[in-house]
Protein backbone atom coordinates (compact mmCIF):
# COMPACT_ATOMS: atom_id res chain seq x y z
CA UNK A 1 0.00 0.00 0.00
CA UNK A 2 2.17 2.58 1.11
CA UNK A 3 5.16 3.32 -1.25
CA UNK A 4 8.09 6.43 -2.32
CA UNK A 5 8.38 7.28 -5.59
CA UNK A 6 11.50 9.60 -6.33
CA UNK A 7 12.30 11.86 -9.57
CA UNK A 8 14.42 14.74 -10.46
CA UNK A 9 17.64 12.83 -11.71
CA UNK A 10 19.19 13.20 -14.62
CA UNK A 11 22.21 13.93 -16.47
CA UNK A 12 24.30 17.26 -15.52
CA UNK A 13 27.75 19.02 -16.05
CA UNK A 14 29.81 19.33 -13.22
CA UNK A 15 28.88 22.41 -11.31
CA UNK A 16 24.94 21.74 -12.18
CA UNK A 17 21.99 21.59 -9.96
CA UNK A 18 18.84 19.14 -9.45
CA UNK A 19 16.35 19.01 -7.36
CA UNK A 20 14.76 15.33 -6.41
CA UNK A 21 11.88 14.91 -4.98
CA UNK A 22 10.50 11.57 -3.07
CA UNK A 23 6.98 11.72 -3.09
CA UNK A 24 4.87 9.14 -0.56
CA UNK A 25 1.38 7.70 -0.61
CA UNK A 26 -0.48 5.11 0.72
CA UNK A 27 -0.07 6.57 4.18
CA UNK A 28 1.39 9.68 5.92
CA UNK A 29 4.89 9.66 7.30
CA UNK A 30 4.55 13.26 9.44
CA UNK A 31 5.56 11.71 12.27
CA UNK A 32 8.72 9.51 11.11
CA UNK A 33 12.51 11.15 9.89
CA UNK A 34 13.22 10.67 6.44
CA UNK A 35 16.79 10.68 4.94
CA UNK A 36 18.24 9.91 1.13
CA UNK A 37 20.88 7.28 0.49
CA UNK A 38 22.89 6.56 -2.46
CA UNK A 39 24.58 4.11 -4.08
CA UNK A 40 27.19 4.50 -6.76
CA UNK A 41 28.63 1.71 -9.01
CA UNK A 42 31.01 -0.50 -7.30
CA UNK A 43 30.47 1.00 -3.65
CA UNK A 44 27.85 0.50 -0.93
CA UNK A 45 24.82 2.07 0.10
CA UNK A 46 25.55 5.63 1.80
CA UNK A 47 23.70 8.19 4.24
CA UNK A 48 23.40 11.12 2.14
CA UNK A 49 20.72 13.57 3.95
CA UNK A 50 18.03 13.20 6.53
CA UNK A 51 15.62 15.28 8.31
CA UNK A 52 13.59 14.82 11.56
CA UNK A 53 9.50 14.32 11.43
CA UNK A 54 9.59 18.06 12.34
CA UNK A 55 11.27 19.07 9.73
CA UNK A 56 14.24 20.72 11.41
CA UNK A 57 17.92 19.51 12.49
CA UNK A 58 18.88 17.92 9.01
CA UNK A 59 21.89 15.88 8.98
CA UNK A 60 24.52 15.87 6.06
CA UNK A 61 27.17 13.68 4.69
CA UNK A 62 30.70 15.43 5.23
CA UNK A 63 30.79 14.75 1.51
CA UNK A 64 27.85 16.77 0.50
CA UNK A 65 27.87 19.15 3.32
CA UNK A 66 27.52 22.75 1.93
CA UNK A 67 26.10 21.55 -1.34
CA UNK A 68 22.68 19.51 -0.50
CA UNK A 69 20.48 20.79 1.29
CA UNK A 70 16.96 18.37 2.28
CA UNK A 71 13.69 19.82 2.97
CA UNK A 72 10.27 18.15 3.87
CA UNK A 73 6.69 19.35 3.62
CA UNK A 74 4.66 17.37 5.13
CA UNK A 75 1.21 18.72 3.87
CA UNK A 76 2.23 17.01 0.69
CA UNK A 77 3.89 13.67 2.03
CA UNK A 78 7.26 14.90 0.13
CA UNK A 79 11.19 15.27 1.27
CA UNK A 80 13.34 17.10 -1.33
CA UNK A 81 16.79 17.22 -2.19
CA UNK A 82 17.85 19.93 -3.66
CA UNK A 83 21.90 19.07 -5.32
CA UNK A 84 24.08 21.99 -6.12
CA UNK A 85 27.63 22.06 -7.60
CA UNK A 86 27.45 18.27 -8.42
CA UNK A 87 30.71 16.80 -8.96
CA UNK A 88 31.29 13.61 -10.93
CA UNK A 89 31.64 11.52 -7.59
CA UNK A 90 28.11 12.38 -6.76
CA UNK A 91 26.81 9.98 -9.37
CA UNK A 92 24.72 7.01 -8.07
CA UNK A 93 21.24 6.27 -7.67
CA UNK A 94 19.03 8.47 -4.85
CA UNK A 95 17.36 6.32 -2.66
CA UNK A 96 14.22 8.01 -0.81
CA UNK A 97 13.88 6.13 2.96
CA UNK A 98 10.88 6.31 5.35
CA UNK A 99 12.65 5.47 9.20
CA UNK A 100 10.81 2.35 11.19
CA UNK A 101 9.99 4.10 13.83
CA UNK A 102 8.51 7.46 14.76
CA UNK A 103 10.08 10.24 16.85
CA UNK A 104 13.78 9.03 16.46
CA UNK A 105 16.18 10.85 18.06
CA UNK A 106 18.67 11.42 16.90
CA UNK A 107 18.59 10.64 13.15
CA UNK A 108 20.17 7.51 11.91
CA UNK A 109 22.45 7.28 9.18
CA UNK A 110 21.89 3.53 9.19
CA UNK A 111 19.89 1.66 6.35
CA UNK A 112 18.77 -1.22 8.44
CA UNK A 113 17.15 1.71 10.42
CA UNK A 114 14.60 2.58 7.28
CA UNK A 115 11.76 0.24 6.49
CA UNK A 116 10.28 2.15 3.54
CA UNK A 117 12.24 2.71 0.58
CA UNK A 118 11.64 4.34 -3.19
CA UNK A 119 12.90 2.77 -6.29
CA UNK A 120 15.62 5.29 -6.54
CA UNK A 121 16.09 8.14 -9.42
CA UNK A 122 19.80 8.11 -11.36
CA UNK A 123 22.06 11.08 -10.84
CA UNK A 124 24.53 11.09 -13.48
CA UNK A 125 27.31 14.06 -13.22
CA UNK A 126 29.68 14.67 -16.19
CA UNK A 127 33.24 16.22 -15.97
Known amino acids: QAQLEESGGGLVQAGGSLRLSCAAS????????MAWFRQAPGKEREFVAG????????SYASSVKGRFTISRDNAKNTVYLQVNNLKPEDTAVYYCAVDRVRYRSPLSTRGPDYGYWGQGTQVTVSS
Open 51 to 58: ILWSGIFP
Open 26 to 33: GRTFSTYN
